[in-house]
């Protein structure tokens, strides 16, 4: 199913303006006014999931749940957490929500250094370099972290970089492997398909352990917990960013643990530095054919996005989410993918 990422009434995209896309039947949605730790409740899932329903589209990914800091860095407290957690993908089942895509990236979620680096064709899109990022002062906190959804205060950042000090990469991994054996069970009795999503980009930044970078990394952790309940999010550029990920080969090592995909190209500029493009292979680095090709060859069945694009046509609004080069991304994935012999 062909899906498109909404951020709620606050979203400059209307839910109205994304049914109009051709193909596009599931909408990618979250709640945004509930703290991280909190309880989703059934009532709040139910409400998102309604207001969908009302254009002719369906709620088909949650996306996400944070996972609070306490369970990635394996305090005392993350009990608590853990079966707050539970009691969300519980809820969300509940709602008939089939998949939840969640991270497990400490302290920052994806990070750009760029949010409108102007390409040759006069358009603006997201862009990382490594060179930049080390220029960026954590001392202010995250102020000058471009687009950063989650503000922290310059002692706030600072205790947590303290924190993860002493979280070195197996450690994380442990404690990726505690939550698991404790969500993925809930998971499967509430029909949820948890679709982890790689680190973004899949590299170490600020010091801090990422563990989700390849695909030797996403087999371990299908190898944890041994259920169908416990899958991937496939992000094709996330992935591609490392040159070393063979994104063909990647999907058919997972299979059917691939809940979820969000297909879009990038182009490397360089080590650890690149641009994300216009969604056809002939802009990036990405043979998003090939890849089309070999998640028909694995039987996939589930939810599809466009994922970021490109701000084009003089639009304003959230940096990587407009409506125009989305849109257009969508058209040619359901190309790509009626070339396949998909649906």
Same mark, same amino acid.
Not at 123 to 128: G, I, Q, T, V, Y
Not at 214 to 237: H, K, P, Q, W, Y
Not at 285 to 298: G, T
């Given at each position: 199913?062909?899906?498109?990422?909404?951020?709620?009434?606050?979203?400059?995209?209307?839910?109205?303006?994304?049914?109009?896309?051709?193909?596009?039947?599931?909408?990618?949605?979250?709640?945004?006014?509930?703290?991280?730790?909190?309880?989703?409740?059934?009532?709040?899932?139910?409400?998102?999931?309604?207001?969908?329903?009302?254009?002719?589209? @369906?709620?088909?990914?949650?996306?996400?749940?944070?996972?609070?800091?306490?369970?990635?860095?394996?305090?005392?407290?993350?009990?608590?957490?853990?079966?707050?957690?539970?009691?969300?993908?519980?809820?969300?089942?509940?709602?008939?929500?089939?998949?939840?895509?969640?991270?497990?990236?400490?302290?920052?979620?994806?990070?750009?250094?760029?949010?409108?680096?102007?390409?040759?064709?006069?358009?603006?899109?997201? !862009?990382?370099?490594?060179?930049?990022?080390?220029?960026?002062?954590?001392?202010?906190?995250?102020?000058?972290?471009? /687009?950063?959804?989650?503000?922290?205060?310059?002692?706030?950042?600072?205790?947590?970089?303290?924190?993860? $000090?002493?979280?070195?990469?197996?450690?994380?991994?442990?404690?990726?492997?505690?939550?698991?054996?404790?969500?993925?069970?809930?998971?499967?009795?509430?029909?949820?398909?948890?679709?982890?999503?790689?680190?973004?980009?899949?590299?170490?930044?600020?010091?801090?352990?990422?563990?989700?970078?390849?695909?030797? !990394?996403?087999?371990?952790?299908?190898?944890?917990?041994?259920?169908?309940?416990?899958?991937?999010?496939?992000?094709?550029? @996330?992935?591609?960013?490392?040159?070393?990920?063979?994104?063909?080969?990647?999907?058919?090592?997972?299979?059917?643990?691939?809940?979820?995909?969000?297909?879009?190209?990038?182009?490397?500029?360089?080590?650890?530095?690149?641009?994300?493009?216009?969604?056809?292979?002939?802009?990036?680095?990405?043979?998003? $054919? !090939?890849?089309?090709?070999?998640?028909?060859?694995?039987?996939?069945? /589930?939810?599809?996005? @466009?994922?970021?694009? $490109?701000?084009?046509?003089?639009?304003?609004?959230?940096?990587?989410?407009?409506?125009?080069?989305?849109?257009?991304?969508?058209?040619?994935?359901?190309?790509?993918?009626?070339?396949?012999?998909?649906?």
């Amino acid at each position: 199913m062909l899906t498109f990422r909404w951020f709620g009434p606050r979203d400059p995209v209307s839910l109205s303006q994304i049914r109009q896309i051709p193909a596009v039947r599931g909408i990618v949605g979250s709640l945004f006014d509930i703290p991280v730790g909190d309880v989703w409740s059934f009532e709040s899932v139910e409400r998102l999931r309604d207001e969908v329903e009302r254009v002719d589209l @369906s709620l088909s990914v949650i996306e996400s749940v944070p996972v609070h800091e306490d369970i990635k860095l394996g305090l005392v407290t993350r009990d608590r957490y853990i079966d707050n957690y539970c009691e969300s993908i519980s809820n969300i089942g509940r709602a008939g929500v089939p998949v939840l895509c969640y991270n497990f990236m400490p302290v920052f979620d994806w990070v750009r250094t760029d949010l409108s680096l102007a390409l040759p064709d006069g358009s603006n899109a997201l !862009a990382f370099d490594e060179r930049a990022l080390a220029r960026i002062d954590l001392s202010r906190g995250t102020a000058d972290l471009p /687009g950063w959804a989650t503000r922290y205060s310059a002692s706030e950042l600072g205790t947590l970089l303290e924190a993860y $000090r002493n979280v070195e990469p197996e450690k994380l991994w442990d404690n990726l492997s505690y939550f698991l054996e404790r969500v993925v069970p809930v998971a499967s009795d509430s029909n949820v398909a948890m679709a982890l999503h790689p680190d973004d980009p899949p590299w170490s930044i600020f010091g801090l352990p990422r563990i989700i970078t390849s695909g030797r !990394a996403l087999e371990r952790v299908i190898g944890m917990v041994d259920a169908d309940a416990n899958g991937i999010t496939f992000c094709a550029g @996330s992935l591609a960013a490392d040159p070393d990920n063979d994104l063909v080969e990647i999907v058919r090592c997972m299979g059917p643990r691939v809940h979820f995909v969000h297909l879009r190209n990038i182009k490397r500029t360089g080590p650890h530095s690149f641009q994300e493009t216009a969604h056809p292979s002939e802009f990036g680095d990405v043979d998003m $054919r !090939a890849v089309a090709n070999a998640l028909r060859e694995v039987g996939f069945e /589930g939810p599809i996005r @466009s994922d970021h694009g $490109r701000m084009i046509w003089g639009e304003t609004g959230q940096p990587g989410y407009g409506l125009y080069d989305r849109a257009l991304g969508a058209a040619y994935l359901h190309g790509l993918w009626e070339g396949t012999g998909g649906s």
